[in-house]
């Protein structure tokens, strides 16, 4: 099994799947919010955030997912600075768009902050804590049908 074959099915790699589904699930709440805000430019502002989040859990599972691979010193090591450089990498985008005549700061922030915390409190509620199902916990089965 290749690396990149057992970094996708990694259980990391299927929470941000699943938290980049709940972001599409609520993304149009947040873009009717920027809309709302400023208008065109608050659109723009909260997809932008919106792909940022989306962007950060997926670059967070797969820095943990390959630092995994190779040492669990390593992976401290890659959680720690792989937060920073995330961080970092989502200031340096902020600095590039905030001169922008269509950035709208508040739409932007608003989004960017309550999606980051308001994703991983609902993750919370579907993530397994077993070793038997890692990640996303699967769907329980239907009793309806259920025979003795």
């Known amino acids: 099994m290749s690396a990149a074959s057992t970094s996708l099915d990694a259980p990391e790699v299927s929470i941000a799947r699943d938290l980049a589904r709940r972001a599409l699930f609520i993304s149009p709440i947040f873009l009717l919010i920027g809309v709302a805000i400023d208008g065109v430019g608050g659109l723009i502002s909260s997809g932008l955030a919106l792909a940022l ?18 040492s669990l010193n390593t992976l401290y090591g890659a959680v ?10 989502m200031a340096v985008a902020v600095l590039i768009v905030r001169n922008a ?3 709208a700061t508040v739409p932007f922030a608003i989004t960017l902050l309550i999606t980051h915390l308001g994703l991983l409190i609902w993750e919370t509620k579907h993530v397994s804590l077993s070793l038997a199902f890692p990640g996303v916990m699967p769907a329980k089965p239907s009793t309806d049908n259920f025979q003795e």
């Open 101 to 103: 005549d269509w950035f």
């Open 80 to 89: 720690l600075f792989g937060y920073l450089i995330r961080l970092g990498l």
């Open 53 to 70: 989040v989306a962007f950060n859990f997926f670059l967070g599972a797969k820095i943990i997912s390959r630092a995994i691979a190779i």
